[in-house]
């Protein structure tokens, strides 16, 4: 059967690459810029380098000892050529070293906004035409023979960039405030999760309590991925990855009961302390709490809620151990698993349960915070791709049509 296409708009053209406008063009990347790799010098040779890095940026006496022609002063775009970096784009300032790892241009066959250019360059999905052999690579070859939706119009060009870039600066300063948040979150868990800064009305001593003396605690199963009649039920089932999610409200998994009691999975009630027993990987010792009632893994261990503490004050706590809670391990040098008896014999420190409650409640705030600027940030991100799709290719003008001031041909 046909499919029938979309009628292309007065004004634009239907090309390889697209519908674009009618005074855009479908250029090859050969034919904006001819790209070379950068020196032969391995950037593994420059001390404090990461070796995946295809720009190391100096400053100041950092270039000494390189020849001026050895390095790129000028903004300069820059295609990771190998590795994990390979087919990225990046925009440096320099003074830069391009190493054996990049890809730049070194012959510009026209005038174009560079910011533009390394915009178009990024959409231009690299990493879905970099060689697929056992080394990833994107050659001078794949590069020049990629084509993409061109405007000659330096003016469009600079208004693209601007807009994105605007875009750009709004999601480095949620960066920078959400990182801040974070610092000032983990200086509050210090303060107030040890007892050195106490809050208002609240005084007393603090005792030292294993988990095991308070609560208990369990682990969970996984029903036979054999039997079918074990799956797709109406039982929420949580495996360890889902610990990421930190404050549990649902998980992908679903198990019949059948599945329930013939396994050694277990209901548990909403509000356990839940912690990743297994692994080399970040699971092992990642700390969440369940929101609703569900089951788990054999790789998370559960700690149940009762009326002497709160629970909110129990995960934070042990939340903010995330690095002790690795060390204790049954296996030799904390390589090997957590396990229920590691669990119960924790310490954690324990103020009144009002002021325990007192606590959580500022630490939940703060979290609350975090995930509402990372959420604004998120769909920050998503709006800047909504705008490179209409803005690179020309779906949305922010220059009129054949606007010929700034219109430069090569």
Same mark, same amino acid.
């Given at each position: ?6 009628? %292309?708009?007065? *004004?634009? @053209? ?14 090859? =990347? ?10 032969? =010098? ?5 001390? *404090? ?33 190998? #590795? ?15 190493? +054996? ?19 178009? $360059? ?5 990493? +879905? ?53 974070? +610092?000032? @979150? ?16 609240? #005084?007393?001593?603090? /005792? ?17 991925? $054999? %039997? ?19 404050? %549990? ?21 909403? @509000? ?8 080399? #990987? ?36 042990? +939340?903010?151990?995330?690095? /002790? ?7 030799? &040098? *904390? ?8 669990? @119960? ?7 009144? $349960? ?15 915070? $975090? ?14 791709? *909504? ?6 290719? &020309? ?16």
């Amino acid at each position: 059967m046909d499919v029938k296409q979309s009628p %292309v708009p007065d *004004g634009y @053209k239907q090309t390889d690459v697209g519908v674009i406008p009618e005074d855009w063009e479908v250029v090859h =990347i050969g034919s904006i810029a001819s790209f070379s790799s950068g020196s032969g =010098i391995s950037v593994a040779s420059l001390q *404090g380098e990461s070796s995946d890095n295809p720009v190391p940026v100096f400053g100041g006496n950092g270039v000494a000892g390189f020849t001026n022609r050895s390095i790129l002063r000028e903004p300069t775009v820059v295609v990771g050529r190998v #590795g994990q970096k390979c087919g990225e784009i990046y925009l440096t300032f320099g003074p830069a070293w391009i190493t +054996d790892n990049a890809l730049y241009p070194r012959v510009k066959h026209c005038k174009y906004d560079i910011h533009f250019f390394a915009l178009a $360059l990024n959409s231009a999905g690299l990493n +879905d035409v970099k060689n697929r052999n056992d080394l990833p690579l994107v050659t001078q070859t794949i590069l020049h023979s990629v084509q993409i939706p061109w405007t000659r119009n330096v003016e469009e060009q600079t208004a693209i960039a601007t807009a994105l870039s605007d875009v750009d600066s709004l999601l480095d300063a949620l960066d920078r405030l959400i990182a801040k948040k974070r +610092d000032l @979150k983990q200086a509050a868990m210090q303060q107030l999760l040890t007892g050195q800064k106490r809050l208002p009305g609240f #005084g007393g001593e603090w /005792e030292v309590k294993r988990i095991g003396t308070f609560t208990d605690c369990t682990a969970g199963g996984t029903p036979s991925t $054999l %039997v079918p009649s074990y799956w797709g039920g109406s039982i929420p089932w949580m495996n360890s990855g889902e610990l990421n999610l930190k404050l %549990v409200e649902d998980v992908d998994g679903r198990v019949t009961e059948k599945g329930l009691n013939n396994s050694s999975t277990k209901m548990i009630p909403r @509000k356990c302390v839940l912690i990743g027993l297994a692994g080399q #990987g970040k699971t092992r010792g990642t700390v969440a709490m369940n929101l609703t009632e569900l089951c788990t893994n054999q790789s998370i261990a559960a700690i149940f809620p009762n009326s002497s503490f709160a629970p909110e004050y129990l995960y934070h706590n042990l +939340d903010a151990r995330y690095d /002790e809670l690795r060390e204790l391990s049954s296996g030799d &040098g *904390g390589r090997g698993g957590l396990n229920l008896t590691i669990i @119960k014999a924790i310490e954690v420190a324990f103020p009144p $349960l009002s002021e325990q409650t007192a606590i959580a409640a500022i630490l939940s705030d703060m979290d609350a915070e $975090l995930s509402a600027l990372e959420q604004r940030r998120d769909k920050t991100r998503a709006i800047k791709q *909504g705008m490179m799709q209409e803005l690179l290719t &020309g779906k949305t003008r922010l220059v009129p049509p054949n606007h010929s001031e700034g219109s430069a041909h090569g």
